[in-house]
């Protein structure tokens, strides 16, 4: 018996990201950076998912292939393209069907979901206007600290205090980061306060589509430890750690959706 | 939809060109030595002159009797509209500029030109979207907040651009918000003409509200009886209050008619009737005939099983002023998803009737009017004056989803979007909220805004684009 495979492309504003799923679920996965032309990069992404299947070795194989992201409408190859809104839906939904509000904290966006019972979208809010709290901010900090995004991440987890950063604009919080490492102020003090900052403005996010627990964080950024902390504490609630890389969400939803249209 | 027929493009050249029509009987009437100075003093006028535009942007994707709705309802704006500015032109001796809360029927009853200063804020970004800008900068650079209401920066703007016309008097009111009264300070200073503010009861759903209200306009009368050669006249009053109640039949009408599925008539035919008409020009006969044919044409739909919308398939309730500066909002809305703008919280009103049994009965019912219009008694008084018209207007319309301008510069409707998120969640009702400004391109672009509806369209309501 042949093995159907479905394809899911997220081509996102830092990263592209590929799932490839069968009836036993996720079979291959990549993420890979964004290059300047989306439908390169969704073929460089896909390419290396496949790469790890047995018997398959072309785009061309997939039964059903479903774009997402910023860049979707750009992949011509792909059968249908579904807004990224939905596609992280319903790749939380895949995951865990007791999550009803996600968090999804893009290279340069911050959404709020919440879920419906059949893993559609049942209301969305979202920043994309404003990098503060995006994936962009976090790297521009992580920048003004003198380290790479991770060790960022793990920084605020060692604080003692908080100091509180404004994060209405990153270019002012920038200014206030770099007086107050200029201070002599503890660094992991400073990264917590952004942490807190960015949490709080997720938070008025997702007030915005109610918040009913589980809750749970998806994108690039739900990578970052020292945020899940904030998250939780801002919100009195648990962020539900996911089965799968949170940043491969969107694609695995695509998938998901490219099975059931396949 | 494909392309327009004949006969839609022969409905669409027609009204464009009783328009260009008008524009040149105003021309030749001015004289052209007197036009080309006043198009100096008031560049709006270029922008005003591009009005086909704005029948182009509304027509595209309508056919029949739903493109002649709006090409026959915008032909009377531009009429009255070059009413309105021979003011200007030829009853200076008479103007009053007027803040948009204040009834123009009384101006009218006392022989008096009127002139809203928020007019040009409200009907030019419509045809020109970026064309408040210069005068929103204008505002701002005299150190008016940049949160303020767009809105009343332009009337500030235009005002110390030296672009309002000198007036007799000026009359305003505390309505409807903080930004509103704020602007006629500016236009105060830059006047110089007597002003009077008239002062509307905050709790106004009693009589007693009304018969201070009424006093007010008493006091407002005789104040322009002193400053003003106008002269109240009675009967006159009587008249344009018959009329606008003639005019509120008819549009009682429209609305039985629109409450079927699929409706005969919807979007800018109904609700820019509306504000036009009854905020503008109320009590004119020629403001009656526009609702008359409108019923007409909805009626034949109605009749031949005709709908505005080929394939209607969601009834939108839009709330707050609507997208000026993306005005063809639905006409786009339309043709990608089927969304059928039903009503809006600018027109809807409960009391349109005025008694006109005694002078006291009328006064009474031109205050009724101010104090529960849309901007009043939503911005004022508890949410429930709010939700109560929201609930009630998708009940009795059969509405599917509610779009809310979300005006960026409207605090007193902003203070409430999360409330109406929790309420219409209960209720079941999908919300879009458009984040915009009113009448400034640069805060959310055209792509911005309709971006917004298809996210809400894609990943809300699940719907497929038609186009």
Same mark, same amino acid.
Request: charged fraction near 25%; hydrophobic fraction near 40%.
């Given at each position: ?9 997220d081509?996102g504003?830092t990263t592209g990201k590929a799932v ?9 996965s990549s993420i890979v950076p964004r ?5 390169? #990069?969704?073929?460089?992404a896909?390419?290396? !998912? ?10 061309? +194989? /997939? @039964? ?5 992201g ?14 990224e809104?939905?596609?992280h839906?319903?790749g ?12 999804d904290i893009g290279g ?25 709290? #995006?994936g ?5 900090? !992580? ?6 995004i991770s060790?960022?991440? +793990? /920084? @605020? ?60 964080m998806t994108g690039g950024c739900a990578k970052n ?17 996911l089965?799968v890389d949170p940043q491969i969400i969107g694609a695995l939803g ?9 | ?467």
């Amino acid at each position: 018996m042949t093995i159907e495979y479905y394809g899911g492309c997220d081509i996102g504003s830092t990263t592209g990201k590929a799932v490839i799923i069968s009836d036993s679920g996720i079979v291959g996965s990549s993420i890979v950076p964004r290059e300047i032309d989306p439908e390169k #990069t969704a073929v460089l992404a896909l390419e290396q !998912a496949l790469k790890t299947i047995p018997g398959i070795s072309s785009i061309k +194989d /997939l @039964s059903f292939l479903i774009g997402t992201g910023y860049g979707r409408s750009e992949i011509s190859f792909a059968g249908e393209n579904i807004s990224e809104i939905s596609c992280h839906a319903m790749g939380v939904y895949f995951c865990d069907r007791s999550i009803k509000t996600i968090v999804d904290i893009g290279g340069q966006d911050v959404k709020g979901i919440s879920i419906n019972d059949d893993g559609t979208v049942k209301e969305f809010a979202m920043n994309d206007k404003c990098a503060a709290g #995006t994936g962009r901010f976090f790297e521009a900090m !992580a920048r003004i600290f003198r380290m790479d995004i991770s060790a960022f991440s +793990d /920084l @605020s987890l060692n604080a003692k205090n908080l100091i509180p950063v404004t994060a209405q604009c990153s270019v002012f919080a920038e200014t206030e980061v770099i007086s107050l490492l200029a201070g002599k102020n503890p660094p992991e003090n400073i990264a917590a306060g952004v942490q807190s900052a960015v949490a709080k403005r997720c938070f008025m996010l997702l007030k915005r589509v109610g918040i009913i627990p589980k809750v749970t964080m998806t994108g690039g950024c739900a990578k970052n430890r020292g945020l899940i902390k904030a998250m939780e504490k801002t919100l009195n609630e648990k962020i539900e750690p996911l089965s799968v890389d949170p940043q491969i969400i969107g694609a695995l939803g695509a998938a998901v959706y490219a099975k059931m249209r396949g | 939809m494909g392309k327009p027929s004949l006969k839609d493009t022969a409905i669409t050249s027609g009204y464009k060109m009783l328009n260009l029509m008008e524009m040149a009987k105003m021309s030749i009437k001015h004289g052209p030595f007197d036009m080309i100075r006043d198009i100096r003093r008031y560049p709006w006028l270029l922008d005003f002159a591009k009005v086909n535009r704005l029948v182009t942007k509304l027509s595209i994707g309508r056919r029949g009797n739903y493109r002649r709705a709006v090409g026959m309802m915008l032909n009377g704006v531009v009429k009255e509209m070059i009413n309105y500015i021979e003011g200007i032109f030829h009853r200076q001796d008479k103007l009053v500029l007027h803040e948009d809360m204040v009834p123009p029927e009384i101006l009218r009853a006392m022989g008096l030109s009127p002139w809203m200063p928020e007019l040009l804020g409200i009907i030019l970004p419509m045809i020109v979207p970026d064309s408040m800008e210069e005068y929103i900068d204008a505002a701002e650079n005299e150190g008016v907040p940049p949160d303020l209401c767009s809105l009343p920066k332009a009337v500030i703007g235009i005002t110390v651009k030296d672009r309002l016309p000198q007036a007799k008097a000026v009359i305003t009111s505390n309505l409807p918000c903080d930004g509103g009264m704020s602007s006629y300070i500016y236009v105060e200073k830059k006047i110089k003409a007597p002003i009077f503010r008239l002062d509307i009861p905050h709790n106004f759903k009693d009589e007693r509200a009304e018969i201070y209200f009424a006093g007010e306009l008493k006091r407002m009368i005789s104040w322009l009886e002193d400053h003003t050669p106008g002269r109240i006249d009675w009967d006159r009053l009587k008249e344009i209050c018959e009329e606008r109640n003639r005019m509120s039949e008819y549009e009682l009408q429209l609305w039985e008619m629109i409450s079927a599925r699929p409706a005969p008539l919807a979007a800018e035919a109904v609700y820019i009737s509306h504000l036009w008409y009854f905020n503008v020009c109320s009590g004119l006969k020629s403001s009656t005939q526009v609702f008359r044919r409108l019923v007409k044409l909805a009626e034949d739909n109605l009749k031949n099983g005709i709908a505005a919308v080929p394939d209607e398939k969601y009834r939108a309730l839009l709330w707050n002023p609507p997208t000026m500066h993306v005005i063809d909002l639905f006409a786009v809305a339309e043709e990608r998803y089927g969304v059928t703008c039903i009503m809006d919280s600018m027109s809807f009103n409960r009391l349109p009737f005025i008694d006109t049994s005694s002078r006291e009965s009328m006064l009474q019912g031109i205050g009724r009017n101010i104090m529960n219009g849309p901007m009043a008694r939503h911005t004022r008084g508890p949410m429930e004056n709010y939700f109560d018209d929201i609930f009630h207007i998708i009940k009795r319309f059969d509405i599917d989803m509610l779009w809310m301008a979300g005006h960026i510069g409207c605090k007193n409707t902003q203070a409430l979007n999360n409330i109406m998120r929790e309420k219409c969640r209960t209720a079941g009702v999908p919300v879009l909220i458009i984040d915009y400004d009113l009448s400034d391109t640069r805060i959310t672009s055209r792509q911005g805004i309709l971006s917004q509806v298809d996210h809400f369209m894609e990943n809300v309501m699940k719907a497929k684009r038609i186009i």
